[in-house]
């Protein structure tokens, strides 16, 4: 089987009618390189019809185009073209004749070419996808995901047809159950060899077998094979090893297919005294919720920014993901599978009960099956995936019928994989939504309906914890839950211990919770053996339901959204360009990973206001002793550690000391005045310095650093240079108070795919080589075109640039865009 990346050579444009193309309506066509995000170049206007939720972009039906030639010796081979997301109801014409539908944005599938194609010609491939009021965050539109070409024999291996088991893993050996499913294409009996070798992390081969398999014309079969490993490395997220299956079909002394296949051999057990348990050993899951889009590249799913990602997740303490909500890429599962992040695999945010005007509920009933058994098929041999979770606040999940439908989504989930566990994010509230709406509607209270389900559960904050633990909702959740492995609870810690004793063979995971309570919920974690972990919202922001996390006054309007020009969701433990916000090192302090204080320092442009409660929020804080305010100004300094206790000091006087650690949720807080020089945490234990950390005034902006995360590219679709842009004064402190416009220029084999900073309320486009700067620091995001290497210049006025030279090494031959021929 040859797979070749089929991102090359597309262009998108605004789609219209073919009656409006007539009369010149439509725009010139862009040419691009996949994957892609029609939206995000968009301009943002405030009254967008999808407001906030959308992040203020307009909606839209975007037409992608690709021409390709297909030599005239191809007629045997068969060939098909793989998406792995188009976001969507994406329809698929080649050569003017429609060849595929999906509605799903999240769903990989394969359009086959062979009954369109025209050989030893040129043939067009066209992909219309729309976005339009069907989601509740910023999804993006067009072809965001890679698309691969894949060209084989009649005899082959079936697309997603190798699984890998490991039914038996003991000391000193484990078992691998390999089963290939395998095509005939031809018009004859066809016997063919099949080889499977198993090769480890080395890429040794330390096992093999050989079967014969006989098919009929268009017929199919499984091939079943047994290999034992010696010794084998148990896959974790300490030490993620993969093996790999090397497939190979041979008919009459010919190869016809060959397939590599990773995977890893872990073993996954569940139970509410040992909890969760990978390879015989408990871990508690650190767990962030993460959306899928990129930031500053929109939704566009580059291999390199997903893996960036999870990298970033890791060192900031997480060691396992929820997509949210939604099948992560394919790219970023390869990810956790090499980093060591486990997974919780999601399908849907909604079945049958609409969320949005035009969601995926309009297509459910028909498409749940098949987007389901896409899901399970390609992801199956990713040996992060631990979970797989058949929905999000479903409202259907507190009516018994509703549950009914959760029952068929969990079986056919098992009936394609049972050796993973079935999960649900349910939040009891909004089970019961309609029940509290009546409620507080008799009451005569607010029901934010304007707002939908958030806005509900922001009216309601004071008593949603409590209608998630009553009785109404332990009766009218029952069913759904005893569907599941593992009780997934959003926002529904009130449930911890009271389903303790309610119900003792439930095991509970919190799939959803509120950062400004981890303390809280890790203790929980901690001390209670049912309760297997936590899950964040979120650990990386995403663009749309802006605002959600700001930290809000008293005398702002009190409402949901955030106005324009707030672009961001604000929740994430890291910002859209993957710095690092304070509640990371809150959170890194909290689960015992981190050590040393954290000093974070509250803007004091707003001291003295009435800060309201905020579900999603952090204080506005900063690691920073570098503000435009007169000395002795007010100022709150928060210092999070595990320390019994932390001194503060400013320029060399105490400021006093706080009790800290486990006892007192690792954080002490002092209301000082502001002197520039220096600020020292100083964290004790049994009367002794443990720790400290050291903040100093930066002085004005003198020069730009700029710091590529690898100097050396590929060639190819997948790669990305992340350049990290500072602001810094003369001695390198970073100047976090100096922002200002700053442009970058690129020359040589790359182009400028985003550049951007990480603030919340931004009017600027992430599209343009200029934008301004957000606490001293942007970020600029570089793609390769071709080998040879690509020059960097970052300057702003007043300021000494910088330069940096990036290396593209030529692409790897299995990228090139030359069809084989048989």
């Known amino acids: 089987m040859t797979r070749i990346s089929f991102n090359a050579n597309w262009t998108v ?113 066209r992909v219309d996808a729309r976005s339009h009021d069907d989601s509740r965050w910023y999804t993006g539109a067009g072809i965001y995901r890679n698309t691969t070409l894949i060209v084989t024999d009649p005899v082959h291996v079936a697309d997603h047809g190798i699984r890998v088991t490991t039914p038996t893993i003991e000391p000193g050996h484990a078992v691998t159950v390999v089963a290939t499913q395998v095509e005939n294409g031809r018009r004859h009996r066809v016997t063919a060899t099949l080889t499977t070798e198993l090769l480890d992390d080395t890429d040794r081969v330390i096992n093999l077998d050989r079967s014969p398999v006989t098919l009929r014309p268009g ?88 893996e960036r990602r999870i990298e970033l997740l890791r060192a900031a303490g997480f060691n396992a993901i929820r997509s949210s909500h939604n099948p992560l890429s394919e790219a970023m599962l390869d990810a956790c599978d090499r980093l060591g992040m486990l997974v919780m695999d999601e399908t849907f945010d909604m079945w049958l009960e609409g969320k949005s005007s ?186 749309g339901e802006v605002g959600v996390g700001r930290v809000r006054y008293a005398d702002d309007p009190q409402v949901f959204e955030a106005p324009y020009p707030w672009i961001t969701s604000w929740t994430g433990d890291i910002d859209i360009t993957g710095v690092r916000r304070s509640m990371s090192y809150y959170r890194e302090t909290v689960f015992g990973l981190r050590h040393t204080p954290y000093i974070a320092v509250l803007r004091p442009d707003n001291h003295g206001r009435t800060v309201m409660p905020g579900l999603w929020s952090w204080s506005d804080s900063l690691a920073s002793w570098t503000w435009d305010s007169p000395a002795e100004s007010p100022i709150d300094v928060e210092v999070y550690s595990d320390a019994d206790e932390v001194e503060l000091l400013v320029n060399g006087k105490s400021k006093g000391t706080r009790l800290t650690g486990y006892a007192h949720d690792f954080i002490a807080r002092w209301n000082i005045a502001y002197e520039p020089g220096e600020i020292i945490a100083r964290a004790i234990t049994d009367g002794q310095e443990v720790a400290r950390t050291v903040l100093r005034t930066a002085g004005p902006a003198a020069r730009i650093s700029a ?97 940096l030279l990036i290396e593209v090494a030529p692409a790897p031959e299995n990228l090139s865009d030359q069809l084989p021929t048989l």
């Open 13 to 125: 444009r605004p789609k219209v009618s073919p009656y409006a193309q007539l009369q010149g309506q439509h725009q010139d066509a862009t040419a691009i390189t996949l994957p892609h995000d029609a939206l995000i170049r968009a301009a943002r206007v405030a009254d967008a019809p999808t407001g906030g939720r959308n992040a203020y972009f307009p909606g839209g039906v975007f037409e992608y185009e690709k021409t390709f030639d297909v030599p005239a010796g191809n007629t045997e081979l068969r060939m098909a073209v793989e998406f792995d997301g188009v976001y969507r109801d994406a329809m698929v014409f080649v050569n003017g004749v429609f060849a595929a539908q999906r509605p799903n944005g999240y769903s990989a599938f394969v359009v086959e070419l062979d009954p369109y194609l025209l050989y030893g010609q040129p043939n067009t491939i």
């Open 219 to 306: 017929g199919s079969a499984a091939v079943r094979q047994r290999l034992l490993v010696d010794q084998p490395r148990l896959w974790s997220v300490d030490s993620p090893t993969l093996y790999k299956i090397r497939t190979t079909l041979e008919i009459d002394g010919r190869i016809a297919d060959a397939v590599s296949t990773p995977f890893g051999i872990r073993r996954i057990d569940v139970d509410p005294v040992r909890g969760l348990r990978i390879n015989g050993e408990t871990i508690k899951l650190r767990g962030a919720c993460v959306h899928h889009d990129n930031g500053l590249l929109g939704a566009a799913t580059i291999s390199r920014a997903e």
């Open 358 to 543: 035009f969601d995926y509920s309009l297509n459910f009933a028909e498409w749940w099956e098949r987007d389901v058994e896409a899901m399970v098929q390609r992801d199956f041999n990713h040996a992060s995936v631990i979970f797989y979770s058949i929905g999000n606040e479903i409202l259907e999940t507190g009516d018994p019928l509703g549950s009914e439908w959760g029952r068929r989504l969990a079986e056919k989930v098992r009936s394609l994989d049972d050796t993973r566990l079935v999960t649900n994010g349910v939040n009891g509230f909004v089970s019961v939504l309609r029940d509290v709406v009546e409620m507080m509607g008799a009451a005569g209270g607010d029901q934010g309906a304007a707002g939908g389900v958030n806005d509900a559960m922001t009216s309601a904050a004071d008593f949603m914890n409590q209608v998630s633990a009553s009785p109404l909702v332990t009766e009218r959740t029952a069913e759904s839950f005893s569907i599941l492995d593992v009780a997934g609870l959003n926002y529904g810690d009130g449930r911890y211990v009271l389903d303790r004793d309610l119900f003792p063979n439930r095991v509970i995971v919190g799939s959803e919770t509120f950062p400004t309570k981890i303390a809280e919920y890790w203790r929980l974690v901690l001390e209670n053996s049912h309760l297997i972990g936590d899950f964040t919202w979120t650990g990386w922001d995403y663009l």
């Open 707 to 803: 710091t590529a995360d690898r100097t050396l590219l590929n060639d190819d679709h997948h790669d990305l240079a992340f350049i990290a842009i500072e602001l810094h004064d003369e001695h390198g402190a970073l100047a976090s108070q100096a922002d200002r416009a700053v442009s970058v220029e690129i020359e040589g084999s790359g182009v400028l795919q985003a550049f951007g900073s990480g603030r919340p309320d931004n009017a600027e486009s992430y599209s343009v080589g200029h934008h301004t700067s957000f606490d001293g620091r942007l970020l600029a995001i570089i793609r390769p075109t071709g080998p040879g290497q690509i020059e960097v210049r970052v300057r702003a006025d007043g300021l000494e640039p910088a330069e």
